[in-house]
């Protein structure tokens, strides 16, 4: 129970704190959210596009996305840290562009202006990561719960079956329904590019694209090889001198015979 391989979701769930009460001690948190009328069509303050995911606005979505992000960091886990990096990159650039894009020329123009806001957080990202956690996390077990109050009679007792990742799934919606519809929005974008991910239909440049390793802590394959290759040779020099096995000078690959050893230490006792 604890963030152990798992690097990336730590400094996400750090980051995401620390963003969020900078926020509210800076008095800023005007700046973390979209208002297609006013800040879009209006003031043409395209950049909010790039900092309404940074933070969260209130303490309870800070406190629901806190528990879903460690909740799912078994992705990280099996993926490893780059990759998982890499996936939160793209999609966070996707999310980052989409959901304003419908917002101001799909559901803002249908609505008569009605819905107009979308509110900061990377609830679109939660959303990503929790459709790979859905198709690559299997249930531990299954439980019902009975919907009428006599004793249970067997299997086809009318209730709600659930799993011990529908906690997981009740905290995210949460988080979706928080500020809906734009909330909602989000979240919806977010589990469809994670789809999108997760079946390669994205372009093979978004899905194949890693960041470079050092970033995460990662040694290249050919810094790992030489290391290892190094820690090779030193073990078997090791264990070569523990043996008693030493070389003709100047024949490296020629073993000296117990006779010239014999002779050598002889030679050294004079």
Known sequence: MSFTNAPVTRALVLGTIAMSIGASLLDIKHYFYISVGTHIWR??????????????????????VSMALYNV???????????YASFIIVTGLLTSIIPPLIMTLILRPLSFGVIDFLPAGPTPII???LAQ??????HTYKYK???TTGAPSGDDTPGLTLSDKSSRYLMAIQLALFQWPGSLLGAAVGWILG?????ELLPGALTHWRLPGWIVGVRSQKRSGEFEGLQRRLEGESAGTASGIATVEGEPNRRRTMGQQLLEEVRGAF
């Open 145 to 147: 719960v009975a919907m």
């Open 73 to 83: 960091r078994s992705i990280e886990q099996l993926w490893g840290s780059r990759k």
């Open 127 to 129: 959303f990503a990561i």
């Open 133 to 138: 956690y859905h198709a690559l996390v299997p």
């Open 43 to 64: 003031y043409r303050q395209l950049w909010r596009i790039f900092t309404y995911q940074l933070c969260y606005t209130n303490s309870s979505e800070v406190l629901f």
């Open 195 to 199: 789809y999108f991910w997760r079946n």
